[in-house]
C-alpha cells in the first residue's frame, strides 16, 4: 500500500533508515528537517515513505492510520489524569495494527533491495509516526538495529508485552513543552519497553514543543551512530 517514498543513498548502503512522518503531516516536511542526518549518515539508504492514507482533517495531508475515530473530540489532550490519557491511545492499537500489516512488508521488501537483515535497519518515527515504528519494531520478525521515537507513546502494551517478537535498543525523544502529546508520555513509553526487554535511551528537549528540532535530529544521529560501532 505504500507506493510513494523518498529516498536518499548515501556511498553503498550498509545501513538502512526508516522514517515515518506524523499524522496531519507528510513526507516532504519530514525529509527538510532530515537534512542534518542525510548529509551526515554515510553508506547509508534513508527511506521516508509517505502514508497511504489522506488526512481525514486535512486532504492535503497525509495518516497512518485514523485518529479521529478513536477520539472525534480529541478530548485526550486535555484530560487531566495520565491514565485516561493514555486509554485513548491504547484505544488506537487498532489501527497500529492495521498500520503494521502494511509497514512491514515495505521494511521487508526495502531491506532486500539493498540485500540487508533486519539488524541493519534503524526505524524512526515522529508523533503518530513514532507509534507506528514501536508497534511494528516490537512486532517484526527479527530484532532490527534500532528505535528511534520522536514525541511518541507505546500504546496497546498488554497485546505488545504478550506478542511482542524481539526487544530493539531504542531511544526516546520528547520535548519537554509539548502541547499535544504530553512530555510524561516518554517515562510512560520507557518503563513499558523495559518491561519487555528493551534497553532504552531517554532524552528531554528543553522548551520544545511537538516538533522534531534539529537537536531532536542531532540525538538521533549520534545515537545510530552509537549503536552502528557497537
Known amino acids: 500500500m505504500i507506493r510513494e517514498e523518498i529516498v536518499h543513498i548515501n556511498g553503498i548502503p550498509k545501513k538502512l533508515i526508516i522514517f515515518l512522518h506524523g499524522y496531519l ?16 549518515m554515510p553508506d547509508c539508504a534513508i527511506h521516508i515513505p509517505q502514508a497511504p492514507f489522506l488526512c481525514e482533517v486535512d486532504n492535503h495531508m497525509r495518516q497512518w492510520y485514523s485518529m ?40 521487508e521488501q526495502t531491506l532486500a533491495e539493498y540485500d540487508l537483515q ?8 515522529f508523533s503518530q509516526g513514532a507509534m507506528s515504528a514501536i508497534y511494528t519494531a516490537l512486532m517484526f520478525p527479527e530484532k532490527i538495529g534500532g528505535l528511534l521515537s520522536f514525541s ?24 519537554t513543552e509539548d502541547n499535544l502529546l ?23 528537549i ?10 531532536f535530529i542531532e540525538h538521533g544521529v549520534k545515537f545510530i551512530t552509537g549503536q552502528i560501532s557497537k
Do not use: W
Not at 533486519?118 to 518515527?125: I, K, N, Q
Open 25 to 40: 503531516d507528510d513526507a516532504d516536511t519530514v525529509n527538510l528537517r532530515l537534512k542534518k542526518m542525510i548529509d551526515t
Open 68 to 107: 479521529y475515530r478513536f477520539d472525534p473530540k480529541y478530548e485526550r489532550k486535555n484530560t487531566p489524569k495520565m491514565s485516561d490519557f493514555v486509554e485513548y491511545y491504547n484505544k488506537m492499537s487498532l489501527g497500529l495494527a492495521e498500520t503494521h500489516s502494511y509497514l512491514e512488508p515495505y521494511i
Open 118 to 125: 533486519a539488524s541493519d535497519l534503524y526505524l524512526c518515527g
Open 152 to 175: 511518541g507513546i507505546i500504546a496497546g502494551f498488554e497485546y505488545l508485552q504478550k506478542n511482542a517478537k524481539n526487544h530493539p535498543s531504542t531511544l526516546l525523544l520528547h520535548g
Open 182 to 204: 504530553r512530555h510524561a508520555s516518554m517515562k510512560f513509553t520507557a518503563d513499558k519497553l523495559k518491561r519487555i526487554g528493551c534497553s532504552v535511551k531517554c532524552i528531554s
Open 206 to 215: 528543553k522548551d520544545a514543543k511537538h516538533q522534531i528540532t534539529s537537536e
